[in-house]
């Protein structure tokens, strides 16, 4: 056989293990009940439930953050995440959460945010200004 | 229906448009005009075909600095009537990143492009020679595409491109545009991303764009050489342009990494986020064309895969621009991505190019010079091709995974890319494999002649380097704890020492006779040692500001998740963290960043400072968030990374409240915790939670402010030392009789969180009341802050220049070649 034609099969089959090795570390997207069915980590696309508390306290923990999102087939779960709340979360309009579903809390390994674009929802910032009051 | 508005200016946006379509218009000439130069048979004819071309290019390129000067001028006067100026500008904005809000929007990078092309275009026009027709076809054509992104004309209803000269009012919907006098209401534009405010923002860009840009010439030349049937006149001098471009290309994208390094946007110098996978395709593809092209100059096999490679490369430049600019990564990556609803143009962008490489590829299969001949096993030339093989498989690699949202929207899946640390693990194995096969064979194949080499000694010295390298790298792995990890890392380790020492040897020899060879020694040094320093950084990188002292909110969440990477430091609270003493000292303001003094004392055992240093993170408030930048301290060895997470310390509007806080009224008791009066004489201490107080002295006739004291009055001063957490601080609160009223005059001390009161006096048990209010510990200032530590990055970036030390010497070497044959 010429060497060329091994080198090829290597290549192919390199080629398949890259594709399969790719797909088997994807997850999916899915829903708070599907996380529940599955021990596997899972993507959940959900907006946030402003209604409900929102946690944050760094002088008791640093390290803790909780919120409920609801999901996208609006089913409404608590979500909590070891780390500080990332900025500007409250005007987020998406969120994307990866993680696992452990009891009924929903344990987000990372929180992937979609902020207000630019382009779709400018909303024009007009300024007054005013002269401060001088006090002594 | 039509408005007179008040305040806009205009002429510069329509001077700037005038520019964009006349850029449009002259290369689109040129282009044509190129075309035909190259296909006409009449020699006189084409001659003048090609001057029209080359008018047509210079004065696109007029018109392109045309457009530079008027978005310039519209930024620096800040006319917020135009869209690109109010979005990405503000008059706060120093004047320093002025020229880097020019390629702030996306219509700025395509212009900075342009820019290089033209003036890459420019440099063939005077050098390419007899290839200049052809070669300068291609190259206006990509002009010509380039142009239609900015031009923002609409035509047959449908908007081509995205011009930077838009106005607000035309971009926005909005009842205040239907105010003439809109403009005054504008006072400023959005800003600046702050962490786009950055001196990489200034520098980074243009060079990434001139990688981009020098893509185009490889491609020309192959594209020339396959049309015009010189089928193999074009590698040579291809080569020289394609190391020029996986050299800018390289450094601007390890800029971009040091970058993000620098910032932390992206957690490290690399993340493997899409857009950064996205900037390495073509480099990877090209690194492997080169490879390929020398392995056809020398032997004459491979002419196909060369030519692929070289074609394929700039096709993929265009696929990492439509990813990075269509929006379709949205939710997979922390880049913000904005749609400018381009997507279908710059998909036929891609497709124009990819067009023109598969039908070219096919339509002169049967002429390509395809040997039959099998090669060498032990030949130089074959082991590059298998090298350069596995740099196409490792970016094959690349482009499925980041093109995942891809897939999902040609086929309908629902596929989630792998996200964070599986998203590391994943891309880290895989890409490691590959590249422990590309670092041995870039060691190995060294050894090994072109053509034909002497087996046995080939073997002898082979294997006494790799032994020689697995000794070393047993070393190494022992010392920076690799071990731990996935054993594929420890082999890259071992490919990665095998390659430096063995092109080291070759580099030696080099210098002592054949100085041609080194270009390629020292550029395989250097990739060597930018994976050395890259496996060790990001593998043994190590979060110092662990913290488990938060409250176990539920035991089962802190068993599994443990790292708490963040910890809270009190003000002027001294706290261990890891080997060292944290404090955090203060702010300081300096418009718009906020910075935050934390003190860093490293203790040996005896409990001796070893080292005492300061850093500066710094924090902005941006719109309502807090957007913070850390601050390094760079050892030879390691960086250590402080970065504020949150804090209480700055106010979430935008003016900072410091200077609020001095006017506030007087009663300002509920910031405290109740209060507590203690009964003490002279010498007595009074504890409280933070530390104690000391009542030194009484001062009797103590003036308050401007307030006349009679002789009747009595006004006594309590001097106070206060001694909290090491630091001492002095009071003196006054108690005072004026008349028939008794007054008290309170003193703060900020620092240490106290207001303490000189209450009363008692003569007949000879003392006098203190009252302390403390604050509560909700109200102390804090940071929530992060401490990275990344070791041995240095390595990294001494690689990175010593490869492109070795592109340079390479492009020296073959320009020279092309100047002898």
Not at chain 2, 121 to 130: P, R
Not at chain 2, 715 to 734: D, F, M
Request: aromatic residues 14%.
């Amino acid at each position: 056989m010429k060497k060329s034609s091994i080198l090829g099969i290597v290549v192919i089959a390199i080629a398949i293990a890259v594709i399969i090795s790719t797909y088997s570390s994807t997850s999916t997207y899915g829903s708070f009940n599907e996380a529940k069915e599955t021990r596997s980590e899972l993507h959940v696309v959900g907006k946030l439930n402003k209604q409900k508390e929102l946690f944050y306290e760094p002088t008791k923990d640093a390290n803790y953050f909780s919120f409920y999102m609801k999901d996208n087939k609006g089913s409404d779960c608590k979500v909590v995440y070891t780390g500080t709340k990332p900025e500007d979360f409250e005007r987020s309009e998406q969120i994307v959460l990866t993680g696992k579903m452990v009891g009924n809390e929903f344990h987000a390994s990372s929180i992937l945010m979609k902020c207000p674009s630019k382009y779709t929802q400018d909303k024009l910032e007009t300024k007054e200004y005013k002269a401060t009051q001088a006090s002594i | 229906m039509d408005i007179d508005f008040k305040g806009e200016h205009l002429l510069p946006g329509q001077i700037g448009q005038f520019f964009l379509v006349l850029s449009f218009g002259a290369s689109l000439i040129s282009f044509l005009s190129y075309y035909f130069a190259t296909t006409d048979k009449v020699s006189t004819t084409a001659a003048s075909w090609q001057k029209i071309g080359r008018v047509g290019y210079y004065l696109n390129f007029v018109a392109l600095l045309g457009i530079g000067v008027c978005l310039f001028y519209i930024i620096r006067n800040h006319y917020f009537e135009y869209h690109y100026v109010w979005a990405y500008t503000s008059r706060s904005l120093p004047a320093r990143y002025i020229i880097s809000a020019f390629w702030n929007g996306q219509e700025g990078g395509f212009i900075l492009w342009l820019f290089w092309q033209g003036v890459l275009g420019i440099f063939l026009i005077n050098k390419a020679g007899s290839w200049e027709r052809p070669v300068m076809t291609v190259v206006a054509l990509s002009q010509v595409v380039l142009a239609t992104m900015v031009l923002g004309v609409e035509i047959f209803h449908v908007r081509l491109g995205s011009s930077p000269f838009l106005l607000l009012r035309n971009d926005m919907e909005g009842p205040i545009f239907s105010n003439p006098n809109y403009l005054s209401f504008i006072k400023d534009g959005q800003g600046m991303v702050p962490s786009l405010q950055n001196y990489w923002m200034i520098i980074h860009p243009p060079t990434l764009f001139l990688g981009f840009a020098a893509m185009v010439v490889p491609f020309a030349y192959a594209t020339a050489g396959l049309w015009q049937k010189r089928l193999t006149e074009w590698v040579q001098p291809a080569i020289s342009y394609a190391l020029f471009a996986c050299m800018i290309l390289g450094t601007g994208v390890v800029m971009g990494s040091f970058w993000a390094y620098e910032s932390l946007n992206f957690g490290g110098f690399w993340a493997w986020d899409p857009v950064e996978n996205a900037s390495i395709f073509a480099w990877i593809t090209m690194v492997a064309a080169l490879h390929v092209l020398i392995v056809f100059k020398n032997t004459g096999h491979s002419y196909f895969t060369a030519t692929f490679l070289v074609m394929i490369s700039f096709v993929l430049t265009w696929y990492s621009s439509f990813l990075n600019r269509s929006g379709i990564l949205g939710d997979t990556s922390v880049h913000s991505f904005t749609d400018l609803g381009m997507f279908w143009q710059l998909v036929i962008g891609i497709l124009i190019f990819l067009a023109i490489t598969v039908w070219l590829l096919v339509s002169r299969w049967k002429q390509m010079p395809i040997t039959k001949k099998d090669e060498e096993t032990y030949s130089r030339e074959f082991w590059m091709f298998v090298g350069a093989i596995f740099l196409g498989l490792s970016c094959f690699h690349l482009i499925v995974v980041t093109s995942i949202p891809v897939w999902n929207a040609i086929f309908h899946t629902n596929i989630a890319p792998p996200a964070d640390a599986a998203r590391m693990r994943h891309y880290n194995v895989i890409q490691s494999s590959f590249v422990f096969v590309i670092t041995i064979l870039t060691a190995f194949t060294q050894f090994l002649k072109y053509k034909k080499t002497d087996v046995t000694r080939f073997f002898i010295t082979t294997a006494a380097y790799l032994v020689f390298a697995a000794f070393i790298t047993a070393l190494i792995v022992y010392a920076t704890g690799l071990y731990k990890l996935n054993f594929v890392f420890v082999l890259v380790m071992w490919g990665s020492v095998y390659s430096v020492i063995a092109n080291g040897k070759i580099l030696a020899d080099a210098l002592k006779g054949q100085f041609k060879l080194a270009g390629s020694a020292v550029g395989h040094i250097g990739f060597g040692l930018l994976m050395v320093g890259a496996l060790i950084s990001a593998g043994t990188s190590s979060v110092i500001s662990v913290n488990n002292t938060g409250e176990a909110f539920s035991a089962e969440f802190a068993k599994e998740q443990n790292p708490r990477e963040n910890i809270l430091v009190y003000r002027n609270q001294p706290l261990k963290m890891g080997d060292y003493m944290v404090t955090y000292l203060g702010d300081s303001l300096s418009a718009p960043d906020h910075f935050y003094k934390v003190n860093y004392k490293e203790m040996d055992a005896a409990g001796k400072v070893k080292d005492d240093f300061t850093l500066y993170p710094k924090a902005q408030v941006n719109k309502g968030a807090l957007a913070a930048s850390p601050d390094t301290k760079h050892y030879l060895f390691h960086d250590l990374y402080t970065h504020i997470t949150m804090t209480n310390s700055i106010s979430m509007t935008e003016d900072a409240g410091t200077e609020a806080d001095e006017h506030k009224t007087e009663d300002d008791s509920k910031a405290y915790d109740a209060p507590i009066a203690h009964e003490v004489a002279v010498g007595d201490t009074i504890p409280y939670r933070e530390g104690y107080i000391v009542v030194k002295k009484l001062n009797k006739g103590v003036k308050v402010k401007n307030i006349p004291l009679n002789p009747t009055d009595i006004s006594v001063g309590a001097e106070l030392e206060i001694v909290a957490h090491g630091k001492t601080y002095t009071a003196e609160p006054v108690y005072m009789i004026k008349g028939k009223g008794v007054f008290d005059f309170a003193k703060k001390v900020e620092d240490a969180g106290l207001k303490l009161r000189f209450s009363k006096i008692l003569p007949d048990k000879n003392k006098v009341e203190i009252t302390v209010y403390q604050q509560p510990e909700s109200q102390k200032k804090y940071i929530v802050m992060k401490a990275i530590k990344f070791p041995y990055i240095n390595f990294f970036w001494a690689g990175t220049i010593i490869m492109v030390v070795g592109f340079l010497l390479s492009i020296f070497r073959r320009n020279k070649e092309l100047k002898t044959v």
